[in-house]
C-alpha cells in the first residue's frame, strides 16, 4: 500500500470515529433531558441531592468524549449552576463562621464551573460571546444574535454570573460585568419572558435592589422589577420571591418586608406546579435558613 493511500484510509478512519462519537453524543442527550425534566418533577429532596452529582458527571463525560458538540456543555451550565444554588450556596455566612474561607471557595468554584461551561457552549453558538460579555467588545451586536434555542444557556450562564458576583460584592474586579449582566437579563426577556416564569428578573431584582444607593442600587427599580415578575410567576415559580428575600429586603433598615416576604414563601405550596416542585421546595428550605440568620441583617 503506497503512502497516499495509508494517508487515505488513516483519513477515512478519523472521520469514522468522529461522527461515530457524534452519532453516540446525539443519542444519549434524551437521557439528559429526561434527568432534568423528572428532577425540576421531584419534591423529595434527598432523591435530587443524589440525582444531581449524577448528572453531572454523566454529562461531563459526555462532553469529554465529544467536546464539539455544545449540548452538553450547555446542560453543564444549567446543572453546575443548579447544584451550587441548591445545595452548596449558603450565603449570606458570618465572618465568624467555622471553615468560611472553604465555604466560600467552594461556592466560588461551582458556579464558576457553570460560568466556564456556560461561555463554551456559547461561544460554539455565537460567534464572539466570550470576548463580548468578559471584555465588552461590541456585545449589543453579539446578544443581537441570540435566539430562543439559547435562552437556557444564556440564562443559567448569566444566573451563574451574578449569583458569583451579589454574594461578594467586595470584589472590586467583578462589579464591572455587572452592566453587561443587567443587558444579558434584558435581552432574555426580549425573547422569551416566561423563560422559568419570568425567572431573569431575577438579576434585574438584584442589579438594582441588592445594593445600597450609595453603590447604584435603584430601590424604587427593584420594586418594580418584583411586582412585574411576580404577575407572571404567581403559583407557579419562587425564584424573583427569593432574590427579593435574600437581596433587597435584607439591605433595608426594618425588618417588616423582610418578615412578609418571608411569610409569602413559606406559605407557597410547592405541589401546585409539579413540574417545578424541586426549584420551588428548595428555596422554601433556603428562604427558611436565611431567615434563621435574621440577626445578621437587623
Known sequence: MNKSNVLLLGLVVLLSSCSLR??????????VDNMQ???LNEEEEAIVSQTLPFAIKFAEALYFYYPKYDYYSSKLTLLYAAYAFAYIDETPLSDFEENYEQKIDRINYLYDKAIDYGLIALEARISGFREAV???????????KVKKDDVETLFWFNFAWAMRLFNDLSDTSRLVHLETMKKIAERILAIDENYLHGASYA???AYYGGRTRSLGGDLAKANFYYQKASLLAKDKSLINDFVYFRFVTTLLTSDELFNSVFEKINAFNPRVNKSFSFVNTFLKRKAASIYQKKAIFF
Open 203 to 205: 438579576i434585574l431584582i
Open 22 to 31: 457524534l452519532v453516540v453524543a446525539e443519542q444519549l442527550s434524551p437521557i
Open 37 to 39: 425534566e423528572q428532577i
Open 134 to 144: 468578559l471584555k465588552k467588545k461590541n456585545l449589543e451586536a453579539v446578544l443581537a
